[in-house]
Structure formats: C-alpha cells, structure tokens
C-alpha cells in the first residue's frame, strides 16, 4: 500500500470519526425520561395511569427550557442503569443520588435535589419518644455523625428496619446499623410503608420527604418521623439526572435548564407544593 493510499484512507477514517461524534453531539430534538412511578411524592402512578410527582412536573419544566419533545415512562427502580445504557430512554429523574459508584457507570447533571434519610417508627416506640428532629448530619463529618448514630443504636436495637433494595437507603442501614437490626427489604417504598402500618415491621428507613408523605395517610396516625436526618457520604450530593457518559450535550443543556429552574425559584416553588419543604440544592 503506498504512503498516499495510507494517507488517505487515515483521512477518511478520521473524518467518519469526528462525523459521527459531531452527529452524537447535536442538540437532540426529542428525549425520553424515565422514572420509577412508585416513589410518592416524588414520582407515582395516578389512579388512571398517569405518571405525576415533584420530578415529573419539573422533568416537564426542563423539556420546556430546552426546547425539546419529552416523554415519560415508568421503570422498575432496578432496571433503570441498564436500561438507560442500553439506550431504552435517554434521562433518569428518579430521586437517585449522585454517588462515585453509580459514577462509574453512568454520567449525572449538577443535583436538583437534596433530601436528606431518616427513620420512621411507632409513636410509642423508644425512638418515636425522641420524635423528629430538624438536625441535619453529614456523613462527610465522620465524628458528628458516628455519636448521633451511636445514640441511636440501642433504641432500634433488636427491630425490624424496612429499605428499598438496590438504594442508597439500603446501604446506609447496612453500613451504620447493620449490627444492630434485622434489615428488610423491599422491591418499593410502597410496600415497606404498608408492611409498618400494618405492624409487620418496626420502622424503615428512606427520604424524609416520602416518609412525611406516608405518615400524613390515615393509616399512620400512629408513627412519626425519629431522629435527625442524613444526608452527604455515601448518600453523594443529591439527587440528579441521570445519563450515559457520552450524551455530554444532553447534559449540558440539562444542566441549564436545572440552573435556570433553581435561579428563578421553580425548584422551590415545586417542591414546596409536593413535598412541603425546599429541597433546591445550596452551593
């Protein structure tokens, strides 16, 4: 083959390189978001079928300040990572944390939420006496956070503690309790909040917005929100979208989108209407 043939056959396969990966870079026109449909009030299933929740109205609050065709679907919580890898759908807005794990696998936007863990046990229980409490832990402070957890300890000692599978939550109870209680787990949050009104567990553990909403049915007029929150460690930076590594404009362009919801106060202003407080992430 002569250097010129060499020359030129480089050349083109060069130019069908950077071709495609100016293709795979343009703004896309339409996307697909999926989330779990089963995690109230931040994703859930109406009665009729229909996807609603905090990060539904703000997925279609960010399709709109992109300029993009947006449609939502339903996963089964599991299934998320390997189906937006395969390319199933191309966003998840899911309440999942942004953790180096799951950074290993997947890409994510800046965080649009924060929202911290916490427990959820009977009134009369030795840490429903204590009730819920306003403080904020960040595992990042080992020491601050290794007393509260110890302080704990002895009052979920011997209980039966419900956790979705496959969550940051789950880990968390294993990590810091797993000594201490008999973990539980659950396919969905929905399941394990009937399984405590109905007594069958003694308390569980998720974020304290889908407790807050559990605990506000009729059912639970007997349990209460215990103990501070948690948030930072292992449990990242706060929830974000998901996507796959190489949809870098994708990202982009949801990361304005989610900067101009948190500047002009959407965030807040949805949030507050779903889950009762302001979860917008501060710098």
Same mark, same amino acid.
């Given at each position: 083959m002569t250097i010129r043939r060499m020359a030129a056959?480089?050349?083109?396969?060069?130019?069908?390189?950077?071709?495609?990966?100016?293709?795979?870079?343009?703004?896309?026109?339409?996307i697909t978001i999926a989330t779990e449909g089963a995690?109230?009030?931040?994703?859930?299933?109406?009665?009729?079928?229909?996807?609603?929740?905090?990060?539904?109205?703000?997925?279609?609050?960010?399709?709109a300040r992109m300029k993009v065709q947006c449609k939502?679907?339903?996963?089964?919580?599991?299934?998320? #990572?390997?189906?937006?890898?395969?390319?199933?759908?191309?966003?998840?807005?899911?309440?999942?944390?942004?953790?180096?794990?799951?950074?290993?696998?997947?890409?994510?936007?800046?965080?649009?939420?924060?929202?911290?863990?916490?427990?959820?046990?009977?009134?009369?229980?030795?840490?429903?006496?204590?009730?819920?409490?306003?403080?904020?832990?960040?595992?990042?402070?080992?020491?601050?956070?290794?007393?509260?957890?110890?302080?704990?300890?002895?009052?979920?000692?011997?209980?039966?503690?419900?956790?979705?599978?496959?969550?940051?939550?789950?880990?968390?109870?294993?990590?810091?309790?797993?000594?201490?209680?008999?973990?539980?787990?659950?396919?969905?949050?929905?399941?394990?909040?009937?399984?405590?009104?109905?007594?069958?567990?003694?308390?569980?553990?998720?974020?304290?917005?889908?407790?807050?909403?559990?605990?506000?049915?009729?059912?639970?007029?007997?349990?209460?929100?215990?103990?501070?929150?948690?948030?930072?460690?292992?449990?990242?930076?706060?929830?974000?979208?998901?996507?796959?590594?190489?949809?870098?404009?994708?990202?982009?362009?949801?990361?304005?989108?989610?900067?101009?919801? #948190?500047?002009?106060?959407?965030?807040?202003?949805?949030?507050?209407?779903?889950?009762?407080?302001?979860?917008?992430?501060?710098?």
């Amino acid at each position: 083959m002569t250097i010129r043939r060499m020359a030129a056959l480089a050349a083109a396969f060069t130019t069908l390189m950077f071709g495609t990966a100016s293709l795979a870079q343009d703004a896309p026109k339409s996307i697909t978001i999926a989330t779990e449909g089963a995690y109230a009030p931040w994703n859930f299933t109406t009665s009729d079928g229909k996807l609603d929740g905090l990060e539904v109205e703000l997925a279609n609050d960010l399709c709109a300040r992109m300029k993009v065709q947006c449609k939502i679907i339903a996963q089964n919580w599991d299934g998320l #990572i390997p189906s937006l890898k395969v390319g199933k759908f191309d966003v998840i807005m899911a309440s999942m944390f942004i953790t180096p794990k799951r950074l290993e696998t997947i890409d994510f936007t800046q965080p649009y939420a924060v929202d911290p863990g916490g427990f959820a046990v009977a009134k009369d229980s030795e840490l429903g006496k204590l009730g819920a409490s306003a403080a904020k832990f960040n595992l990042d402070d080992e020491a601050a956070s290794a007393a509260e957890i110890a302080k704990m300890k002895p009052l979920l000692k011997g209980k039966v503690v419900g956790v979705q599978a496959a969550t940051m939550m789950l880990e968390f109870v294993k990590k810091y309790f797993g000594d201490t209680v008999e973990i539980r787990e659950y396919k969905t949050t929905e399941q394990h909040d009937l399984d405590l009104a109905a007594g069958r567990i003694d308390a569980i553990f998720a974020q304290q917005t889908s407790l807050a909403a559990a605990l506000a049915k009729p059912d639970f007029a007997d349990y209460t929100l215990a103990g501070p929150g948690f948030v930072g460690g292992m449990f990242g930076l706060g929830s974000g979208a998901g996507l796959r590594k190489e949809d870098t404009k994708l990202k982009e362009m949801m990361n304005a989108a989610i900067a101009g919801a #948190i500047a002009d106060g959407t965030i807040k202003r949805i949030s507050e209407k779903w889950v009762k407080t302001d979860v917008t992430p501060v710098k």
